[in-house]
T-cell receptor, first 111, second 115 residues
């Protein structure tokens, strides 16, 4: 079946440094690749997404890169700030139009 | 403001009791979804609905039931058959079930606990 692996499960970085989270998927038919941020006690919120015909997309301090050949996409956060502390999920769209969720990465920003 | 409202935020269930979680959206979205989230884990799909009066089982539907009588409402009932119901339940919607580049929007969840 369709499978998604997300690494690392926990990431601790110094405030101001960069953070990178990687997501590997198995469904070669996937063509939509979102990243969600979930704060404690809240629902996930979309922070950035990319389509399969685009290799990179940037929105201020956040960027997503996609390697369709290798079937992985990554979330990049630069100049991290305390409010970036949260759990981040990748959720590529499967061939049945359902999102396939990774297990999440807890990002900790150290002051 | 458009969005998804889940209620209540916290819910307690006694053994053998059915409980219903509410999900209302005013985004005019066709598709709605229910997910279960356990501590430190990702989201698992319980049920989804692509259109009014239609719904399909997700990966973990046993012990749950849903209805979709109105476009804006998709309540989830956790039945007594669900032996481990303690979890965080999330409702989501999407403009169209087959719109491949449209995101899902989420409510802020209901946390269900067993007394």
């Amino acid at each position: 079946g369709e499978n998604v692996e997300q690494h690392p499960s926990t990431l601790s970085v110094q405030e101001g440094d960069s953070a990178v989270i990687k997501c590997t998927y198995s469904d070669s038919a996937s063509n939509y690749f979102p990243w969600y941020k979930q704060e404690l006690g809240k629902g996930p919120q979309l922070i950035i997404d990319i389509r399969s015909n685009v290799g990179e997309k940037k929105d201020q301090r956040i960027a997503v890169t996609l390697n369709k050949t290798a079937k992985h996409f990554s979330l990049h956060i630069t100049e991290t700030q305390p409010e970036d502390s949260a759990v981040y999920f990748c959720a590529p769209l499967g061939s049945n139009y359902q999102l396939i969720w990774g297990a999440g990465t807890k990002l900790i920003i150290k002051p | 403001d458009g969005g998804i409202t889940q209620s209540p935020k916290y819910l307690f269930r006694k053994e053998g009791q059915n409980v219903t979680l509410s999900c209302e959206q005013n985004l005019n979205h066709d598709a709605m979804y229910w997910y279960r989230q356990d501590p430190g884990q990702g989201l698992r799909l319980i049920y989804y609905s692509q259109i009014v009066n239609d719904f399909q089982k997700g990966d973990i539907a046993e012990g749950y039931s849903v209805s979709r009588e109105k476009k804006e409402s998709f309540p989830l009932t956790v039945t007594s058959a669900q032996k481990n119901p303690t979890a965080f339940y999330l409702c989501a919607s999407r403009i169209s079930p087959t719109a491949s580049i449209q995101p899902q929007h989420f409510g802020d969840g209901t946390r269900l606990s067993i007394l």
